[in-house]
């Protein structure tokens, strides 16, 4: 059964599963490769940006950026991207956030307006090196026209972020590691040290694989600060890793390596929140001693130290200036309980999310979110997968090649259910030394694991019948009539009943003699019979509108979704509310990776986001609830079984 807040915020871990093991290969630095930047430039409609202000835009850009980097990177400026709808729509802050694939490309994009007489400039970029976005979207403005493309370049060259790849350190034991950097396209003879200088900063990133490919682990309340520029021959750099817990560097299984973004960073005081993770009203952390370091959590006297206020503030002030990093012990008494170092961007209050009682307590429920954010990632997948070789199995050519992926794709998912299972056994051993007063509860991942097995069954079958087709030398017609059977039993499991009978009844008409598939398509017949209005109504929303309704933006989706489901229910229809169920996965999958984006614990726009989100999937996670129940419970008919 699926519980409440089952797409809580899915923060970045440092001790958590991932869903298939890989050979450890390690990451390549990439030592000789140029970076490849893509510009994406999008000016708004407005009269005085004509189409040869355009045009001018973008050669200026080309051919700026392409003269300053050199042979360092690879610049192309482009007006089209598959992202912009989804910018324009939520912006550069929310849309990149959710923005977590690795590409090998980075991708700037330029927006620019006209506002109230002046030239509107924002950047932001994706690291696709790295699988995140810059921190900030970057705001300019000038009412020049002429430097217009001068005053970009300079955004973009700002946010560039220079891409390290990390030796694992020797010393696992200490919250300080010195490591070895090989940066990205360090030996193709162009310095490094415009881009790297001595005490730079740059943020960690985990790099995972599973059966799709690699994706991205922040490391959040992790940085990785320069000792030294670059060394001109070598391409590489001695830097130094602060880390709130205790190996930012993980036995993930999947974990294949780090790597680390360059951000930009100044000179500025410390001005520290500190708020009680977890908490709906961002409620403060008073009374909290509070010790600062500059260079090294050990072995040096504080900076600064003092107690946070009724708010959780922590503000001296301008007196003390700290170069870039912020390294802050909380303590109780004498003793240090959590480690923080603070990137310094600028001199805007920084919000950390805290559990004092216990920060173990704290990462062992983050490991709990982001487990069931892989179960959804995975049963997603396995849907479109299905999907996509339903449609290229009907092609005689296709089919060895769609017979192996499939085999291949057995073989990962299988490894897939191993690890997760694996991290459901740690994470119920975890719970066990947790203190009385606090659960771990589990419940939210039991159905997806469920769901991804009864898959993993299904999918073996289909490896089975179509190696069948493969291997045996059989009448053509008689071969199309079983891979026609194949894509019906796909269809019916995705809940497209309409779609799965259409191909039986055309086997069935060819000739085809199995009295259990034709008593089969008999049931199946029946039970998708519509007997009077309100079925019908309510099979058209659940089929036709359901799918591409956007929950978050649609506050009546839910409401039709019971009503539809009531009806079906009151008609004693199975096959509307399977589908219901099916497309519900999808609904959660998608709340997730809009949840994954947001920083509800330190963003004040986040949390009403994530507050809406959370009601929403309250709903959403009841309806499930009630939809499973109902096809659990004995009828003469079970399709979606």
Sequence with gaps: MLVRRCCALFLALLFVCCPLSVARAGLDPQLEQPYKLKVVLRIAEHRLLTDVFKDRIEQELRDSLQGGFGDLAEVEVVRMHAKLKEIEEKGLQQALDGWKEITGIKTHFVLIDFVNGQYEIQTRQHDGLTGIASPT?????????????RTAVLMIDRDFGIVGTLDRPRDLNKNEHDVLVSFHGGKRGVPLDRWVKKDDVFVLVQIRQDSRGQFPYRVDWAVVQALEAPN?????????????????????????????????????????RLVQAKSRNLAGQSNQKIVVHRQSFEGEPPADQGITDADGLFKRGDRVVFNRVALVSVMSGQTEIIRIPVALMDDRTVVCPVSIQSEENFTVGLRRDFWVRRLYDNLQALSELFKDLQEKVAKPEQRVAVRDRARSALNNLGKDLERLTQEQTSLREAAKE?????????????????????????????????DEIVKKAEDPKIKEMQIKVENAKIAEDNADFGQALTLYEEVLAAGLKDAMLAEHVAKLKAAWEVKDDKLRQARAFVYDKWPSLNLAKNKDALTEARKAFEICKGANDRLGPAKMLKVAETHIADLQKTVAGLQPDVNEDDKRTNEAIIKITDKL?????????????????????
Excluded: W
Excluded at 235 to 263: E, H, K, M, W, Y
């Design 137 to 149: 979207v970057r705001k300019e403005r000038t009412a020049d026209r002429l430097f217009v493309t």
């Design 232 to 272: 001109p021959k070598e391409g590489t750099a001695r830097c130094r890793v602060f880390n709130r817990s205790q190996d930012p560097f993980g036995d993930a299984s999947g974990a294949i390596g780090c790597r680390c973004l360059a951000i930009h960073t100044v000179q500025a005081p410390l001005h520290l």
């Design 434 to 466: 947790l203190p009385p007063n606090m659960q771990l509860d589990l419940s939210a991942g039991e159905r997806p694991l469920r769901e991804l097995e009864k898959g993993r069954k299904k999918l073996a079958d289909f490896v089975v019948a179509l």
């Design 621 to 641: 996670t009841k309806l499930i609830t009630d939809v499973a129940a109902y096809l659990q419970s004995p009828k003469s008919y079970q399709a979606c079984e």
